[in-house]
Nanobody, 115 residues
Framework: QVQLVESGGGLVQAGASLRLSCAASGSTISQYTMAWFRQAPGKEREFVASISRSGGTASYVDSVKGRFTISRDNAKKTAYLQMNSLKPEDTAVYYC????????WGQGTQVTVSS
């Protein structure tokens, strides 16, 4: 079983960048597909990006393509989400998920983008 802790969120102005980290403990992450989701106030949690176990394949929701980059370092047991050109509509709590036979979630990190 893996435990996940997100970090790196904060309050930034539109156009700024942030890098979120998802640190795992209790297990290596190499066996998991890693993904980032986000949930804005009053909205459903939505998929943002995912990356394959080897890191060779990544997928993104259309609204972040070209601005966000997901990556992973299996040796460091950490996944990342580099977010550039942030927009106010990116404001949300960002969650990390590890998926194998089961799903494991972190507690989330708040990202707030002011206009």
């Amino acid at each position: 079983q893996v435990q996940l802790v997100e970090s790196g969120g904060g309050l930034v102005q539109a156009g700024a960048s942030l890098r979120l980290s998802c640190a795992a403990s209790g297990s290596t992450i190499s066996q998991y597909t890693m993904a980032w989701f986000r949930q804005a106030p009053g909205k459903e949690r939505e998929f943002v990006a995912s990356i394959s176990r080897s890191g060779g394949t990544a997928s993104y929701v259309d609204s972040v393509k070209g601005r966000f980059t997901i990556s992973r370092d299996n040796a460091k047991k950490t996944a990342y989400l580099q977010m550039n050109s942030l927009k106010p509509e990116d404001t949300a709590v960002y969650y990390c998920r590890a998926r194998a036979a089961s799903d494991y979630w972190g507690q989330g990190t708040q990202v707030t983008v002011s206009s």
